[in-house]
């Protein structure tokens, strides 16, 4: 049996050691390359503010956030769900670098143990696969989503759960065919209209306004993070 789960988080900004934080972790569970819908999904509280850059990305507030819980609280739950399987991420260094930061963070040394992640669990980093296939050319998760015809119209914000879908149905697709989406569906949509029911439902409460990256604004997130990867 092999075990994988497809993993993507949503930052206070781009860099740790700057003090940046994880505000939602996505992950999506594939058992023998067919999706099981055991999926976990956390909204963090950052304990810190959030860039405005990285507000345009994925319309987190500090406010919608301010009552879910640390890290530290939901550590233990995202451990058991991750071992035992590969870990698949788009821009992996990204990921798994911001979750080696805040398990760093902990007081407890007995999490000291999982330092670094790599040492212990398998990550696939399909950035570094689609540059492969495709030397030179655009490799974002868009564009890969644009390349092997998977449906993301419904992606005006990023959302680590969402992407996470997403990116399990372009790492099939890229990896050799895939399977049946069908049974997902629901699920899926399901979050997509509660991510965009919860961020909008704070805005209006706050009365924040949130002003969408443009185009040339995604471009420039998208090469910078291709660039920290390499």
Same mark, same amino acid.
């Given at each position: 049996?092999?075990?994988?789960?497809?993993?993507?988080?949503?930052?206070?900004?781009?860099?740790?050691?700057?003090?940046?934080?994880?505000?939602?972790?996505?992950?999506?569970?594939?058992?023998?390359?067919?999706?099981?819908?055991?999926?976990?999904?956390?909204?963090?509280?950052?304990?810190?503010?959030?860039?405005?850059?990285?507000?345009?990305?994925?319309?987190?507030?500090?406010?919608?956030?301010?009552?879910?819980?640390?890290?530290?609280?939901?550590?233990?739950?995202?451990?058991?769900?991750?071992?035992?399987?590969?870990?698949?991420?788009?821009?992996?260094?990204?990921?798994?670098?911001?979750?080696?930061?805040?398990? $760093?963070?902990?007081?407890?040394?007995?999490? #000291? !143990?999982?330092?670094? &992640?790599?040492? %212990?669990?398998?990550? +696939?980093? @399909?950035?570094?696969?689609?540059?492969?296939?495709?030397?030179?050319?655009?490799?974002?998760?868009?564009?890969?989503?644009?390349?092997?015809?998977?449906?993301?119209?419904?992606?005006?914000?990023?959302?680590?759960?969402?992407?996470?879908?997403?990116?399990?149905?372009?790492?099939?697709?890229?990896?050799?065919?895939?399977?049946?989406?069908?049974?997902?569906?629901?699920?899926?949509? $399901?979050?997509?209209?509660?991510?965009?029911? #919860? !961020?909008?439902?704070? &805005?209006?409460? %706050?009365?924040?306004? +949130?002003? @969408?990256?443009?185009?040339?604004?995604?471009?420039?997130?998208?090469?910078?993070?291709?660039?920290?990867?390499?």
């Amino acid at each position: 049996m092999t075990r994988q789960i497809l993993l993507d988080t949503e930052t206070t900004g781009l860099i740790p050691k700057d003090g940046h934080r994880i505000i939602e972790i996505g992950c999506v569970e594939l058992i023998n390359r067919r999706l099981t819908g055991n999926n976990l999904h956390f909204y963090l509280n950052p304990d810190r503010e959030i860039d405005l850059g990285a507000l345009k990305v994925h319309g987190l507030t500090n406010e919608f956030l301010a009552k879910k819980p640390s890290f530290k609280h939901i550590i233990d739950e995202f451990i058991n769900y991750i071992q035992n399987a590969q870990i698949i991420a788009h821009n992996a260094k990204f990921d798994i670098g911001f979750i080696n930061h805040e398990i $760093s963070l902990l007081e407890q040394d007995i999490y #000291n !143990k999982f330092l670094p &992640l790599t040492d %212990h669990i398998k990550v +696939i980093d @399909t950035l570094a696969i689609a540059k492969k296939l495709f030397p030179g050319q655009k490799n974002s998760l868009d564009a890969l989503c644009k390349r092997y015809n998977v449906d993301n119209k419904h992606r005006e914000l990023h959302g680590a759960l969402l992407d996470a879908n997403l990116l399990a149905q372009v790492y099939l697709a890229m990896t050799g065919g895939q399977n049946s989406f069908d049974f997902q569906e629901e699920r899926v949509e $399901s979050y997509n209209q509660n991510h965009f029911n #919860n !961020k909008q439902s704070v &805005l209006q409460k %706050h009365q924040i306004r +949130i002003i @969408t990256a443009n185009s040339e604004e995604l471009a420039l997130h998208n090469k910078f993070m291709e660039t920290i990867s390499e």
